[in-house]
Structure formats: C-alpha cells, structure tokens
C-alpha cells in the first residue's frame, strides 16, 4: 500500500471515529432529553493569544453549575498521538484553573477497533489510573462508555425508581439500534474491509449476541462464515392477556446469507446490583406455571406465603407449619421455578408468541457472559445460586410495595 493511500486511510478513520461521536452526543441528547449541551470544535488558548489548544467536543451540563467535559476522538491508540493530547489538556486545565469549569477530559474510541488496539487502549488507561504517571487526561474510554457515563452524571440527581424505568428503557431502545445498525452487519461480515470506514459504538454487543445464537463470526480479520443480510428488530412487544408486560423487551428476526431466517425474543437485564426484582403478580399465576392442584399442600403454603408477604411474618402466623412446606416442596421445581420468573415459561398469560423470551442480555460489558440461551442460563442459574435464596430456591421471596396480601414479588441474583 502507498503511503498516501496510507495516509487516506488514516484520515478516513479518523473523521468516521469523530463522526460517530457526534452521532452518538446528538443522538443521546434527542432520545433521553437530557439536560446537556455540546459544543463542537473547542478551543482554548492563553490571555491575548491564540487559541491554540483544541479538543473536539466540549459537553456542558447545565444542571451541574454548567460544568464541562472536553473529549478528544481517536480511531486508535498510538503514544505519539496520546503525549500531543496530553500537552493539550495539561494547558487546558492551567487555562481553567481560576473557573474550575473543566471537570473531565476524555480520549475516546470506538468500541469496534481490533483487539489490538482495545489492549493498548486499556494499557494507556491503565497507566492514567496509576499512582506513579501524572496524566492531564481522566482516561481513554469507548463511545459506549462515554454514552454510560454521560447517563450517570445528568442522573446522578433523580430517584432511583425513576431513573432505573429511564435507563432500562434506553436499553431496550439501544438493542433495537444495535440490532438493525447496518455498520455492525458489515463489521461482522468482514470487519478488515470495512473497519475504516464502519465505526460503531455498539459492535461488541453486536457480536456477542449474534455469537450467542451459534453463528460464527470471523476470526482474526476472516469473513464471517454467516453472512447477516439483514436483521429486523423491535420493542414494541403486546401485553399479557389480563394486562402487565411479558419478559421479552427486544424481539429481532436475523436474516443470514446461507440459512433460514431465525427468531428470538430477549429479556434485558440493564443493572450494575447483584440482586434484582425478577418477578410480582398473583402467586395463582404462578401455582398454575408450576401445575399445582388447586387443594395440593404447596399451593396452600404459596397462599399463605403472598397473605403474609415474608417468611418472617409467615413464621409468626399461626400458619407457620406452611414455612416446612414451602422448604420442602419448592426446591422440587427450581427448574420450572426459574423457566416462569425469569422467560415467562409455563405462563397462561402469554398470547403471542414474542412475549415468551428465549435469551437474555446482561447490559453491563460485552463480555463472555453478556447474553445467554435460555436452556443454558436456566442450567447455569440453577447452578450458581440454587442455595442463595429462601426456601432452597434460588430467589429471594417478598412482596411489592404496598401490596402485601394480594401480590409476591421474586428477586434474582445477577451474574455481576
């Protein structure tokens, strides 16, 4: 290759890395309405000089005293290029030293840049982070860190009910984008041909869903041996019958190249806690998942369980002779258990056949562990945390908040 093709290769992955960063600031701001502003092309130079010190974006949050985060965008890490930064920032912040405006300056890259420079990436992060090298810069982090972090910060002020609703919607709403992205189609496809040109914030995810449903990706820069021609997706999944909403929030139909097309519908786990509520309603609902007769003892304990609202309270009762049973009896269907709390298995209120998940995606890092089958998370589950819960059951029993006696709540443990 030329060095001036070189050169041109090197411009247009600099100026797509950039692009999708603006993408991704305006796209954040339009879809959360969050009360930012940003400012594209900073400059900031010295009294009576030249404003000679430039930053690509400077994001101000204005319910924080207007406080600022400058952002550089690279499409790849390189120390030459890292100490220009470096210098940059340093005098920045000499600059704002009376204000005390500047809060944060980030080096940011995509998420979908090679393996390679993901471990150099984390290196130099590494090294910012040290105790032994004084950096001007917070850190380097992705695009997809960066639109985290962003949430967290204009967040950092609203009620934890309000703001896990937001964030688990966002979630949603990022999966069906994720999903039908057409740079993450190409950057599996043949991601050395396109990685360029193709910069995505999400292509991580991307390939950790479509390597969770058995199609293979390409290796080491190869033609993925399942081609995607096209992916379409949604969250607008219909209610159960008798209202409520089903376990699935994302259902997607992928199209490859050389097989049928495939269906699956996700459950999306959006949190950073070890424990979550996974389940509330009627415990007749649930007594009809698990097949109980209506007169079998178990279901007589469940009763008395959802009456009292807490093995505690049932201990008191003076029905407490139902707490043996439910220690005894449930563990023998852990399995089905599981299958209804956390894919809505087993339900009668599902009426169509989206709303019956069979996968689930931990929205936290893309990671090996990110997206499961179901079968094989049901096994995993069972595994992991069968004695962590109450009544030899992997769940924690309780009930929702005002609505002891006429409801039961479940809560899960994540693979945090």
Known sequence: MSMVREQQIKYMSGAKSNESVETMLVDLKKDMALNFSIEKGYTEGYPNMEKQFKMDYCIVFHSFDDTKWLIKSASSVRSDRIYGHEFFAQNIRIIDEHTKKIEKIFVVVPDSITSKETNEAKRYSDKINSETYKSFLSDIITMSRLRDLIIEKCMAEVSQGVRSNIIGKD??????????????????????????????????????????????????????????????????????????????????????????????????????????????????????????????????????????????????????????????????????????????????????????????????????????????????????????????????WTYPSKKRGSSFQLKGFTNI
């Not at 519908?265 to 649930?286: C, M, W």
């Not at 698990?290 to 505690?312: I, P, T, V």
Request: with cysteine; aromatic share 12%.
């Open 171 to 396: 979630a949603e709403l990022r999966a069906v984008q994720l999903l039908e992205d057409k740079k993450n189609w190409l950057l599996w496809n043949d991601f050395e041909s396109h990685k360029h040109e193709a910069k995505s914030d999400t292509f991580p995810w991307f390939r950790a869903i479509m390597t969770g449903i058995g199609a293979q990706p390409g290796v080491d820069g190869n033609i993925s041996s399942d081609p995607i021609d096209s992916i379409e997706a949604n969250d607008d999944i219909p209610k159960l019958d008798g209202g409520g909403f089903p376990k699935t929030d994302v259902s997607f139909t992928v199209s490859f190249h050389n097989r049928d097309k495939q269906t699956y519908n996700i459950t999306i786990k959006k949190t950073s806690r070890g424990r979550v509520t996974v389940h509330e309603g009627d415990v007749d609902d649930l007594i009809t998942a698990l097949r109980l007769n209506s007169d079998y003892k178990l279901s007589s304990a469940l009763h008395a369980f959802q009456k009292y609202g807490s093995e505690k309270h049932l201990r008191e009762s003076n029905e407490a002779y139902h707490v043996d049973t439910l220690y005894s009896e449930l563990p023998k269907h852990n399995r089905e258990l599981v299958e209804f709390a956390l894919f809505g298995l087993h339900s009668w209120r599902i009426n169509h056949p989206s709303q019956l998940a069979n996968c689930v995606l931990f929205k936290i890092d893309p990671n090996m562990d990110c997206f499961w089958l179901r079968d094989e998370y049901v096994s995993y589950y069972l595994n992991a945390f069968q004695t962590k819960g109450q009544f030899n059951t992997p769940f924690q």
